[in-house]
């Protein structure tokens, strides 16, 4: 059985719910950490969805700023990590562990 820590998604926030990250086949993912950064100098929403319940909801974000969720939640294969903002200028950073 293989474990591996990684970088499970890097990527900027769409205006709609969109998948940032699947867990892949005959794989389980312990996400551990998820950070959310808004590089707007204005103030932004955003939320995030494990597999498709809500997390954060309509959460506000202050301009320049990074909202850090540490947590321990496991997610089964093909179960799905979806998000959106108010904005493109708020990324998602999720780090975890893949066991495959």
């Given at each position: 059985?293989?474990?591996?820590?990684?970088?499970?998604?890097?990527?900027?926030?769409?205006?709609?719910?969109?998948?940032?990250?699947?867990?892949?086949?005959?794989?389980?993912?312990v996400?551990?950490?998820i950070?959310?950064?808004n590089?707007?100098?204005?103030?932004?929403?955003?939320t995030?969805?494990?597999?498709?319940?809500?997390?954060?909801?309509?959460?506000?974000?202050?301009?320049?700023?990074?909202?850090?969720?540490?947590?321990?939640?496991?997610?089964?294969?093909?179960?799905?990590?979806?998000?959106?903002?108010?904005?493109?200028?708020?990324n998602?950073?999720?780090?975890?562990?893949?066991?495959?």
């Amino acid at each position: 059985m293989a474990t591996v820590t990684k970088a499970l998604a890097r990527v900027a926030a769409a205006l709609t719910n969109t998948t940032l990250y699947t867990v892949p086949a005959s794989t389980t993912a312990v996400i551990t950490n998820i950070a959310v950064t808004n590089t707007s100098a204005s103030a932004q929403t955003f939320t995030i969805k494990l597999d498709a319940v809500d997390l954060v909801t309509s959460a506000a974000i202050a301009a320049n700023t990074t909202a850090f969720f540490d947590l321990k939640q496991v997610l089964a294969t093909t179960k799905v990590i979806a998000g959106s903002a108010s904005a493109i200028t708020v990324n998602f950073h999720i780090s975890g562990v893949e066991i495959s």
